[in-house]
């Protein structure tokens, strides 16, 4: 029953699925709520969408150090680092209502309001998983990877609806209910940063057996004859994340609600389901990959997803609008395995970490840009529907830029 892919993981790839699940269960968790909770404790809209650029944007700052520095300094040591700002900001999130120390925790430490991946995590995460894995098996053990991302985000925002409704039901007033899920995300940062110190030399790039070569790290930010591709990549996935900041998870959830009056608990059954289907996505793309290649395969299931965003919010109704939007994260995901498959090939191996951290902080910049303008416009309510048209018209404009600059351009498995 266990696909072959999975069957040659060592126990460092494993850990890296583990410390995945556990930190997407943690983002999922925390997305549901965080926006109700912040205009809950007194922050308006247009604040709430400061606190959530900031956050972003302190995210960006953040990864891009550590990620740069991983493979000189060490990728468990950074991340470790990593999931110890995440616990201490989601601390900060639940111990005060104070508008200055939430800018600062938002901007020093690790907070999606997406739930997805934000921080040094994920870019670090691909490079150590590289390193322990054959090429050959690299896109569908990245496919799996996402599932397992999508399936924990899934039951995160199913157990932080259910969790605030559960406690609501008990007498604990709303605001209340929605500190015990940022609580619960600060003790999983803790838990993260155990589980890595577990992981071994092996994730390294100076593993035993594997030839290092130092001097090809240092020459711009860890990047050497890697620097053209991924300064193109970099700006490309920049605009993805942008569009996409437009529609995050948290203000998605929130235009259910000013739009329909959805409640959180039936919320997190929504985007429940909406993230197990995109985790599922995640697995065809690696067998459409196989046969059309990386590249066709990020376009050409990209592209009507961004159209079924557009018409999220045309819906008449709550039925159709989920139907809608379930139907798009059903196809949404599948460009995730293949993107992050396609930049660890296209880079040279010691140049992974930088690779993945540089169009990592392209994307958390792209993405930290856009809720400001999202808090303004949510804060007039003839144009809560406006972000939904931004994002999908952006994304459009992605994968027709994507596609013309690296069709010609094939990773090394392909090429054979």
């Not at 995945?20 to 968790?29: P, S």
């Not at 549901?32 to 302190?58: D, H, N």
């Not at 010691?350 to 994307?363: F, K, L, P, Q, W």
Request: net charge positive.
């Amino acid at each position: 029953m266990i696909p072959n892919a999975l069957k040659a993981l060592n126990r460092d790839a494993w850990l890296l699925f583990l410390t995945r699940f556990t930190r997407l269960f943690a983002y999922g968790l925390i997305s549901v709520v965080l926006v109700f909770y912040l205009v809950g404790i007194g922050l308006t809209e247009s604040q709430t969408g400061l606190v959530l650029t900031l956050t972003l944007i302190g995210d960006t700052a953040i990864s891009l150090y550590l990620t740069t520095q991983a493979d000189r300094v060490g990728r468990r040591r950074m991340l470790i680092i990593g999931a110890l700002l995440m616990a201490a900001a989601g601390l900060v999130f639940a111990l005060t209502r104070n508008f200055f120390w939430l800018v600062v925790a938002g901007t020093i430490g690790v907070i999606s309001p997406s739930g997805n991946e934000v921080g040094p995590f994920l870019s670090i995460e691909q490079a150590a998983l590289s390193h322990v894995i054959p090429g050959r098996a690299r896109t569908e053990v990245f496919a799996w990877y996402t599932l397992a991302g999508s399936l924990a985000t899934a039951i995160g925002a199913l157990c932080g609806g259910a969790l605030t409704h559960a406690l609501q039901k008990t007498a604990v007033a709303p605001v209340g209910s929605y500190r015990v899920v940022v609580i619960c995300y600060a003790a999983l940062g803790v838990a993260l940063a155990v589980i890595f110190t577990r992981l071994s030399a092996a994730a390294e790039v100076s593993a035993p057996g594997e030839e290092s070569t130092p001097g090809s790290l240092k020459s711009f930010l860890g990047l050497g004859r890697s620097r053209r591709v991924v300064a193109k990549l970099a700006t490309l996935f920049a605009l993805d994340s942008f569009a996409g900041g437009f529609v995050v998870q948290s203000f998605a959830a929130y235009w259910f609600y000013l739009r329909f009056g959805v409640d959180p608990g039936t919320l997190g059954v929504i985007f429940f389901w909406a993230n197990i289907f995109a985790g599922l996505s995640s697995l065809f793309a690696s067998r459409l990959a196989s046969r059309f290649g990386l590249i066709n395969t990020m376009v050409a299931t990209h592209l009507p997803s961004n159209i079924l965003l557009i018409l999220v919010p045309l819906m008449p109704n709550l039925k159709l609008a989920v139907a809608v939007l379930l139907v798009r994260f059903s196809i949404s995901q599948m460009d995730v395995p293949t993107r992050q498959s396609y930049t660890m090939a296209v880079v040279s191996a010691d140049e992974r970490s930088a690779a993945a951290g540089i169009t990592g902080v392209a994307r958390t910049t792209g993405a930290a840009i856009s809720p400001l303008f999202v808090g303004f416009l949510f804060a007039r309510p003839r144009l809560i529907s406006v972000p939904f048209y931004l994002a999908g018209t952006l994304k459009i404009v992605y994968d027709l830029l994507l596609y013309k600059q690296f069709v010609g351009l094939r990773p090394p498995e392909e090429a054979s």
